[in-house]
């Protein structure tokens, strides 16, 4: 800024390369020296800073909320980086349009102030001869939060872009340009440069017939190596634009009787629009005969494709001996039966014509009027499905890239260089829910995660090394080796099992077999309650006290308690295993402790399994109680088999 001040000088230009001010014993000391003092080391001062900064970089706040329906903007306080120094801008709240590129950011305004302006700047020691004089006077700059297109006066430096109310997002306070351009490429060096921290995921709002709004949640993530953050969620507008292909005279059958209203349903959906429907349908018309014989008389119709009936009272005309229809016209010069000039006649014919469909959805429409097995042939539109990509860039820009529309498994557009991926949209323009959102972006993976990772992966390496070791030595282990009979007792696969074997194979080991008989408990008395271990009644709390007494059912009003009937044991379960050498009962007994192991094996057998044919034989026992003394028990019958019953009281 050129300051236009009496008796101000200064001297410095960077270009002379001055380095300080080298006051000289004797010499009057003059003020552009002091002037120049000042302009030296804020020159200094600020190529330092701009190694690391630039205009516009946030330091501290700085935050922006737009309310993206009426503009309604509000800026935070902030500390920005501004022409070598970091200034203090405070809060404001401004209108901005809500379509269109705008830029916000800060205004610089620079004043000089003397003592016609601000009194204090006056000479304040009292009893000095300078007192109450004036002194040196002040450059004053002031911030203030702006729009790029205010008519304002000063300089405007930029630091958010908004597009159509949505603000672009920016790298997260501070903002240190000169070490973020080394930590990007260190990032990208060692990492892609292209992740997402947390956060930031797509998600459909809704849609209209212009626009489709979408949401993507605060977050933070590296682009290109440079750190992106949205501290909350944004809002997206995109254009509601599917790609359109136009079908001509797609055929349908109408198949009801008497041109009774038919639904007709697109063979491509969702229907953009209906364009034309051509169906065929049939009138009888009365037709008045020229006036002279021979004449051709003209149908009301246009499209006719089909005579059916020429008729007159009781007499019926027949095609080519009485008349010929060509170019839409009866003409009777044929030497046959043809009506009187000037009478009327009536002609039944079937004709093409397009009609209004009734019922219009993205799926078809009904239809009504047509011949029954003629065709309808339908002309619309339809929309392509389509997938885009979602990506941003380092400077937070959001941008829709638009896939190659295909009617099956249309392809994305991958991101360019430099973008980062955050999602697809896979559209198929249905009116209930147009897009389906697939969140794409590569999320970093934490510290404790990974080494989870690396733990199951050490894991699943020792059980590959384990079946190999075991696929190795079955592998190894054939039946013969050098005339040595070699069996690793896996499983019976050497044996002979048609031979009788007194020997089992379990869990690796030839051991003697185990044989053992079932036998079932016998309750006895004890049917009524459950079967424990000996015990001894403790009393432990004990109710003495009582309040009355009072009779139960006093007048009998419910029916006597029904006897009841146990069976021991109640229910059977049982396993029959055929086997040859023992080994399934001495495994089942070995878990017991007998053959405990430490660790655990996976063994491969040929297992037959089927249904029993017969229930094995058991002896069963009733016990029957609940009748009463005058009622006798005559017979019991258990499956078709009367039982004996001995009588107790």
């Given at each position: 800024?050129t ?11 960077p ?8 006051f000289?014993?004797g ?16 020159h ?13 970089s ?20 902030a500390?920005i980086y ?10 404001r709240?401004?209108?901005i ?33 300078n ?28 630091v ?11 790298s997260?306070?501070?903002?240190m340009?000169?070490?973020n ?5 260190y ?11 947390h956060?930031l ?8 017939d ?20 949205l ?27 008497d ?18 429907v ?12 020229g ?15 089909e005579?059916?009936?020429?008729k ?18 009866i ?20 004709y ?45 820009k ?14 994305p ?5 430099g ?6 949209l ?36 020792d ?18 080796t ?8 896996q499983?019976?696969s050497?044996?002979?099992?048609g ?15 185990i ?6 408990l ?20 004990e ?15 419910f029916d006597p ?23 399934d009962?001495?495994?089942d ?41 005058d009622?006798?028990?005559r017979n ?14």
């Open positions: 800024m300051i236009n001040l009496s008796n101000h000088y200064n001297r410095f230009n270009a002379d390369g001055d380095e300080a001010i080298l000289r014993a010499r009057g000391l003059q003020s552009p020296e002091l002037n120049e003092m000042q302009s030296i080391r804020e200094q001062l600020k190529r330092i800073a701009d190694q690391f900064m630039v205009d516009g946030i330091q501290s706040g700085g935050a922006i909320v737009i309310d993206q329906d009426t503009g309604a903007t509000t800026c935070a306080t500390e501004l022409r070598g120094r970091i200034r203090d801008v405070a809060e709240q401004m209108i349009p809500i379509l269109g590129d705008v830029q916000i950011g800060v205004w610089l305004t620079e004043s000089v102030v003397t003592e016609l302006e601000d009194p204090t700047l006056r000479d304040p020691a009292e009893g000095a001869r007192y109450d004089e004036p002194g040196a006077a002040r450059l004053r700059i002031h911030a203030e939060w702006g729009l790029s297109n205010d008519d304002h006066t000063g300089n405007f430096y930029r958010y872009d908004v597009e159509n109310a949505v603000l672009k997002i920016k997260a306070p501070p903002d340009t000169g070490f351009n080394a930590l990007a490429r990032d990208r060096d060692n990492n892609g440069g292209h992740y997402i921290i956060g995921d797509v998600i459909y709002n809704s849609h209209d212009i626009n489709e709004t979408y949401s993507i949640r605060e977050g933070k993530a590296h682009v290109f190596g440079y750190e992106i953050e501290p909350t969620s944004l809002r997206l507008r995109f254009p509601f634009d599917p790609d359109l292909q136009t079908i001509l005279s797609e055929p349908h059958q109408f198949n009801n009787p041109g009774a209203k038919q639904r007709v349903n697109i063979d491509r959906t969702p229907v953009h629009d209906i364009r034309k051509d169906i065929t349908k049939q009138v009888t018309q009365t037709i008045i005969h006036s002279y014989s021979g004449v051709a008389d003209a149908l009301p119709d246009d499209a006719v494709i005579i059916v009936k020429v007159q009272s009781a007499t019926t005309y027949n095609k080519t001996t009485d008349y010929i229809f060509s170019g839409g016209l003409d009777w010069s044929p030497a046959g039966n043809e009506p009187a000039p000037g009478s009327s006649y009536e002609v039944t014919y079937k093409i014509t397009q009609v209004v469909p009734t019922d219009v959805d993205e799926r078809g429409f009904s239809v009504e009027g047509a011949v029954e097995g003629s065709l309808i042939l339908v002309d619309y539109q339809w929309r392509l499905p389509r997938t885009d990509t979602i990506t941003i860039d380092r400077e937070g959001i941008t829709r890239i638009k896939g190659m529309p295909r009617r099956f498994n249309p392809k557009t991958p991101a360019p260089t973008q980062l991926e955050l999602a697809q896979l559209h198929n323009w249905f009116d209930d829910k147009p897009t389906n959102v697939n969140n794409t972006a590569i999320a970093a993976v934490a510290m404790g995660t990974l080494q989870d990772m690396r733990s199951d992966i050490f894991d699943l390496y059980l590959v090394a384990i079946e190999r070791l075991r696929s190795e030595a079955i592998a190894t282990a054939p039946t013969a050098r005339g040595v009979f070699v069996d690793p007792f499983n019976d050497m044996r002979d099992l031979q009788a074997q007194t020997a089992a194979i379990v869990d690796g080991e030839l051991m003697l077999p044989h053992a008989d079932v036998h079932s016998d309750a006895g008395d004890l049917a009524s309650r459950p079967i424990t271990l000996p015990y001894r009644d403790v009393l432990i709390i109710q003495l006290a009582r309040t009355g007494i009072m009779k139960i059912n006093p007048y009998a009003a308690i029904p006897a009841s009937v146990t069976l021991m044991p109640p229910v059977d379960i049982w396993t029959d295993t055929e086997t040859v050498n023992g080994a009962v001495t495994r007994f070995g878990g017991g402790g007998l053959l405990s192991r430490t660790t655990e094996t996976i063994e491969r057998r040929t297992i037959g399994v089927k249904a029993a044919e017969y229930l094995r034989p058991i002896t069963i026992k009733f016990n029957i109680e609940g009748f009463r003394p009622e006798p028990l019991v019958i258990f499956d078709g088999i009367e039982i004996n019953v001995e009588a107790q009281s």
